[in-house]
């Protein structure tokens, strides 16, 4: 079992920044990869990026050059620093965990972010 608790969520302007952070914890051992997920109201819950354990790293293509998607293996915990945000970056963001395998099979409860235009 991964347990995942997400903060940073928040209100921020148009252009600001804002780090998202989740920290892990179980058996995070069995952990090959981790992600952020976000879900707007009325869309479809998108992939913004995810790290695996080998080092590779993939962004939605409406986010790259903004967001950033980083682990401290000490802390167990991954960050996404967004940069230059949009108000159609508004969405509830979601930490999100793949054990043994490569499939996202553990969530976190999800943190909102607001982007005001």
């Known amino acids: 079992q991964v347990q995942l608790v997400e903060s940073g969520g928040g209100l921020v302007q148009a252009g600001g920044s804002l780090r998202l952070s989740c920290a892990a914890s179980?058996?995070?051992?069995?952990?090959?990869?981790m992600g952020w997920y976000r879900q707007a109201p009325g869309k479809q819950r998108e992939l913004v990026a995810a790290?695996?354990?080998?080092?590779?790293?993939n962004y939605a293509d409406s986010v790259k050059g903004r967001f950033t998607i980083s682990r401290d293996n000490a802390k167990n915990t991954v960050y996404l620093q967004m940069n230059s945000l949009k108000p159609e970056d508004t969405a509830v963001y979601h930490c999100?965990?793949?054990?043994?395998?490569?499939?996202?099979?553990?969530w976190g409860q999800g943190t909102q972010v607001t982007v005001s235009s």
């Open positions: 999100a965990a793949a054990v043994l395998g490569l499939t996202f099979n553990y």
């Open positions: 179980g058996s995070i051992f069995s952990i090959n990869a």
């Open positions: 790290n695996t354990s080998g080092g590779s790293t």
